[in-house]
């Protein structure tokens, strides 16, 4: 970058070096932003966009790209509205600064919850617009016409009377000297040249991913840094009751060996000294507080309670009234294992800790929480804690903790040496599968009955771990004890049902659990369609048909069930070649999703899924070839996770590490995906989770129609 860029930068604009800031203000207690009464908020010294003399336009990307495409998504929506060549368009994370950068949703900088996209379409365009406008009103200024005769196109303004053009890093520094209007004109959709097509082409982070030039926290080096493994208590709970470091200090590379929160942290100079010393650690542990139960007696204890009411999460009409006065009445039990996250990239982070400030570099989900926990462990100011965020390989939620136990962590090891020594913390993939932040082991009781063709009572009890209850979010996501993300899709139906109940029982565990990709969607999905359509065969309804009849309120989610049904020309369950199809929708992160499975069932009883149709309402598809790619990733996670995954814990102990027996999906059996994106003018919701949850109800409910029992436990191929 010149010294002539428009450079819409936060230090810069404020040292009037020639550069502009464009954005909007954010509140800075963490409550949600409010728009002033007239008008957008006013401008302030947020950087969102950034302008070269060489043409080139930087996007400043508030969240992390892990994969899931706001990286290029953002920059599409500032990109549409500046006007820009597409080509000459890059992004960049931006700092952890939450006053800056803060999630619009959710009140901090933090990815999560699908809502990139949702949060920043308006922040982003409105960027744009302004940076347009600038360099418009300098050019005009300098050419000596009005601003409106300026035309501008892929990056090159334009005055046709005068026939003089330009792109836009002459002006940059011109631009960045004229003051900022309060209000821009946003583009009718109607103009759009590069939201809801796939003219942007390329993914801004593939190129760089494809060649290795990406740089992810284990790419992290520096002179004289040390890596970091920690010894951790085998049993969730567990804590260090002595240690002796003696044969771990004998390994060559070994230089140090220290007591930090959560075990015992072994310093090497590179990761096979640092994996070797750690073996060679002598750790006894207090089990006391520890987690000693297996899977099959936590899952015999939750169906167990299930017999019983919880407290109620929604209520409508009379349940057990309804259930009890007669007709077909059906029961069924649903058991959802702990699920690890399993990120291609397990946790890691570096770190310098100078006795004064902090930078530290890792992908961190969520910064203002990552940022505050760094600074109180070391004792000094948020604002001396800097931290990039880089790419990460995956997340599906584990780089998102309220306590932040790894920035914690990676604070800890660093203020255990002396000052100015870098090091990298690095979680080994067994320390990850092992380390718990599950999707939590949860189980739903179902009860229902069928009267006169129709659906005349849905009871749904639902017991596991809350995540939320004892978090930071405990006041704001649990108040009363009620964790809606435990039976968010469950006690919200899509389906219109007078007498209703879904209440919960809350589990209490030493085992760390948390968000899991589409979090409560994950299981109350399953559990509500699989539900749902085992109760409309015995209405004796065609399962699209009879889901339809009671979608008069939920006319979205009937549209995108329309749409699958046409994309895969439903005529029914049944099927030829030994296949049948099953469906399922779902509503997650306020976007619709149906799908429909097309399933045979092999020589050794499991299922084979063929084909997979999806159609999805997100509302404004920013980039639909994202949106495609989001449907398929999700499809695969969900499909690898429904027929194989599971941690399940013996005597407190995960019997399970590595790839090798926490199985994924395979290459060969991934399905032919087939999406369909529902046209739609409501404002973009997300798209990174809501591909998971019909999935695996779908698959179900295609083995029920082959003759199969749906499978009530998951996976469905249990060993």
Same mark, same amino acid.
């Given at each position: 970058?010149?010294?002539?860029?428009?450079?819409?930068?936060?230090?810069?604009?404020?040292?009037?070096?020639?550069?502009?800031?464009?954005?909007?203000?954010?509140?800075?207690?963490?409550?949600? =932003?409010?728009?002033?009464?007239?008008?957008?908020?006013?401008?302030?010294?947020?950087?969102?966009?950034?302008?070269?003399?060489?043409?080139?336009?930087?996007?400043?990307?508030?969240?992390?790209?892990?994969?899931?495409?706001?990286?290029?998504?953002?920059?599409?929506?500032?990109?549409?509205?500046?006007?820009?060549?597409?080509?000459?368009?890059?992004?960049?994370?931006?700092?952890?600064?939450?006053?800056?950068?803060?999630?619009?949703?959710?009140?901090?900088?933090?990815?999560?919850?699908?809502?990139?996209?949702?949060?920043?379409?308006?922040?982003?365009?409105?960027?744009?617009?302004?940076?347009?406008?600038?360099?418009?009103?300098?050019? &005009?200024?300098?050419?000596?016409?009005?601003?409106?005769?300026?035309?501008?196109?892929?990056?090159?303004?334009?005055?046709?009377?005068?026939?003089?053009?330009?792109?836009?890093?002459?002006? =940059?520094?011109?631009?960045?000297?004229?003051?900022?209007?309060?209000?821009?004109?946003?583009?009718?959709?109607? =103009?759009?040249?590069?939201?809801?097509? @796939?003219?942007?082409?390329?993914?801004?982070?593939?190129?760089?991913?494809?060649?290795?030039?990406?740089?992810?926290?284990?790419?992290?080096?520096?002179?004289?840094? *040390?890596?970091?493994?920690?010894?951790?208590?085998?049993?969730?709970?567990?804590?260090?009751?002595?240690?002796?470091?003696?044969?771990?200090?004998?390994?060559?590379?070994?230089?140090?060996?220290?007591?930090?929160?959560?075990?015992?942290?072994?310093?090497?100079?590179?990761? %096979?000294?640092?994996?070797?010393?750690?073996?060679?650690?002598?750790?006894?542990?207090?089990?006391?507080?520890?987690?000693?139960?297996?899977?099959?007696?936590?899952?015999?204890?939750?169906?167990?309670?299930?017999?019983?009411?919880?407290?109620?999460?929604?209520?409508?009409?009379?349940?057990?009234?309804?259930?009890?006065?007669?007709?077909?009445?059906?029961?069924?039990?649903?058991?959802?294992?702990?699920?690890?996250?399993?990120?291609?990239?397990?946790?890691?982070?570096?770190?310098? %800790?100078?006795?004064?400030?902090?930078?530290?570099?890792?992908?961190?989900?969520?910064?203002?929480?990552?940022?505050?926990?760094?600074?109180?462990?070391?004792?000094?100011?948020?604002?001396?804690?800097?931290?990039?965020?880089?790419?990460?390989?995956?997340?599906?939620?584990?780089?998102?903790?309220?306590?932040?136990?790894?920035?914690?962590?990676?604070?800890?090891?660093?203020?255990?040496?002396?000052?100015?020594?870098?090091?990298?913390?690095?979680?080994?993939?067994? @320390?990850?599968?092992?380390?718990?932040?599950?999707?939590?082991?949860?189980?739903?009781?179902?009860?229902?009955?069928?009267?006169?063709?129709?659906?005349?009572?849905?009871?749904?009890?639902?017991?596991?771990?809350?995540?939320?209850?004892?978090?930071?979010?405990?006041?704001?996501?649990?108040?009363?004890?009620?964790?809606?993300?435990?039976?968010?899709?469950?006690?919200? *139906?899509?389906?219109?049902?007078?007498?209703?109940?879904?209440?919960?029982?809350?589990?209490?565990?030493?085992?760390?659990?948390? %968000?899991?990709?589409?979090?409560?969607?994950?299981?109350?999905?399953?559990?509500?369609?699989?539900?749902?359509?085992?109760? *409309?065969?015995?209405?004796?309804?065609?399962?699209? &048909?009879?889901?339809?009849?009671?979608?008069?309120?939920?006319?979205?989610?009937?549209?995108?069930?329309?749409?699958?049904?046409?994309?895969?020309?439903?005529?029914?369950?049944?099927?030829?070649?030994?296949?049948?199809?099953?469906?399922?929708?779902?509503?997650?992160?306020?976007?619709?999703?149906?799908?429909?499975?097309?399933?045979?069932?092999?020589?050794?009883?499991?299922?084979?899924?063929?084909?997979? %149709?999806?159609?999805?309402?997100?509302?404004?598809?920013?980039?639909?070839?994202?949106?495609?790619?989001?449907?398929?990733?999700?499809?695969?996670?969900?499909?690898?996770?429904?027929?194989?995954?599971?941690?399940?814990?013996?005597?407190?102990?995960?019997?399970?590490?590595?790839?090798?027996?926490?199985?994924?999906?395979?290459?060969?059996?991934?399905?032919?995906?087939?999406?369909?994106?529902?046209?739609?003018?409501?404002?973009?919701?997300?798209?990174?989770?809501?591909?998971?949850?019909?999935?695996?109800?779908?698959?179900?409910?295609?083995?029920?129609?082959?003759?199969?029992?749906?499978?009530?436990?998951?996976?469905?191929?249990?060993?």
């Amino acid at each position: 970058m010149g010294s002539h860029d428009l450079r819409l930068s936060r230090r810069d604009a404020l040292k009037g070096a020639g550069a502009l800031v464009i954005g909007l203000s954010l509140p800075i207690a963490g409550a949600k =932003a409010q728009q002033a009464p007239k008008g957008p908020p006013p401008i302030h010294p947020n950087a969102f966009v950034r302008i070269g003399a060489d043409d080139s336009v930087t996007v400043i990307v508030k969240h992390i790209e892990f994969g899931q495409g706001p990286y290029t998504g953002l920059a599409t929506l500032a990109a549409e509205e500046l006007d820009a060549d597409w080509s000459k368009v890059r992004a960049e994370s931006a700092p952890a600064n939450a006053k800056l950068y803060a999630n619009l949703q959710l009140g901090a900088q933090l990815t999560g919850g699908s809502s990139a996209i949702a949060n920043s379409y308006d922040q982003m365009r409105r960027a744009g617009a302004m940076a347009r406008a600038l360099l418009v009103e300098a050019a &005009a200024t300098e050419w000596k016409v009005p601003p409106a005769e300026i035309d501008v196109k892929k990056g090159v303004m334009s005055h046709a009377a005068s026939g003089r053009s330009s792109g836009f890093g002459p002006f =940059a520094a011109a631009a960045a000297k004229l003051p900022m209007p309060r209000q821009v004109k946003l583009k009718d959709p109607s =103009a759009f040249t590069l939201i809801g097509t @796939d003219q942007a082409g390329r993914k801004l982070d593939s190129a760089d991913k494809v060649t290795g030039r990406a740089k992810f926290t284990i790419d992290q080096n520096a002179p004289d840094m *040390l890596t970091v493994l920690v010894a951790r208590s085998p049993r969730f709970g567990g804590s260090v009751k002595s240690f002796d470091a003696a044969e771990a200090l004998k390994i060559k590379g070994v230089v140090a060996v220290k007591q930090v929160s959560s075990g015992i942290a072994v310093y090497a100079r590179g990761m %096979w000294p640092a994996i070797k010393g750690r073996k060679a650690l002598r750790v006894e542990w207090d089990d006391s507080a520890a987690e000693m139960r297996g899977s099959e007696d936590m899952i015999a204890a939750y169906l167990e309670q299930t017999r019983k009411p919880g407290a109620v999460h929604r209520k409508a009409g009379n349940a057990d009234a309804a259930i009890a006065a007669g007709g077909t009445v059906i029961e069924a039990d649903y058991v959802f294992p702990y699920l690890a996250h399993a990120p291609m990239e397990p946790l890691d982070g570096f770190i310098i %800790w100078d006795g004064t400030t902090a930078r530290a570099r890792f992908g961190s989900q969520g910064q203002t929480f990552d940022q505050g926990a760094i600074a109180k462990v070391l004792g000094i100011a948020t604002d001396k804690v800097d931290i990039e965020t880089l790419y990460a390989g995956g997340s599906f939620g584990r780089r998102a903790t309220p306590t932040s136990h790894l920035a914690v962590e990676l604070a800890e090891v660093a203020r255990a040496m002396p000052p100015g020594t870098p090091v990298k913390l690095v979680w080994t993939r067994e @320390d990850d599968i092992h380390g718990g932040y599950y999707r939590p082991l949860i189980v739903h009781r179902l009860r229902g009955a069928v009267k006169d063709g129709k659906i005349s009572g849905w009871s749904n009890t639902i017991m596991g771990q809350s995540f939320m209850i004892g978090s930071p979010f405990e006041a704001m996501a649990a108040p009363n004890g009620i964790d809606a993300s435990m039976s968010e899709g469950a006690s919200q *139906l899509l389906y219109e049902i007078a007498d209703f109940q879904c209440d919960a029982h809350v589990a209490k565990s030493p085992v760390p659990t948390l %968000w899991w990709r589409s979090v409560g969607h994950t299981h109350t999905g399953y559990a509500v369609e699989c539900f749902v359509d085992q109760l *409309l065969i015995a209405a004796g309804k065609d399962p699209v &048909a009879g889901r339809l009849a009671m979608m008069g309120k939920s006319p979205r989610a009937a549209a995108v069930l329309k749409a699958v049904a046409e994309l895969a020309r439903w005529k029914g369950p049944g099927g030829a070649n030994g296949r049948a199809r099953g469906v399922a929708v779902v509503e997650s992160f306020n976007s619709f999703v149906a799908q429909i499975a097309e399933v045979s069932i092999d020589d050794n009883g499991q299922p084979k899924v063929h084909k997979v %149709w999806a159609a999805v309402d997100c509302g404004v598809a920013v980039n639909p070839d994202v949106i495609r790619a989001q449907l398929e990733g999700g499809i695969g996670y969900a499909l690898g996770h429904a027929l194989y995954a599971e941690v399940p814990l013996a005597e407190g102990l995960p019997t399970v590490s590595n790839f090798n027996d926490y199985r994924s999906l395979r290459i060969n059996e991934m399905p032919e995906i087939e999406v369909a994106i529902v046209k739609s003018a409501e404002p973009p919701t997300g798209i990174g989770e809501p591909g998971v949850p019909p999935l695996a109800p779908a698959v179900a409910n295609a083995m029920a129609a082959l003759g199969h029992k749906r499978p009530s436990r998951l996976p469905m191929v249990r060993a």
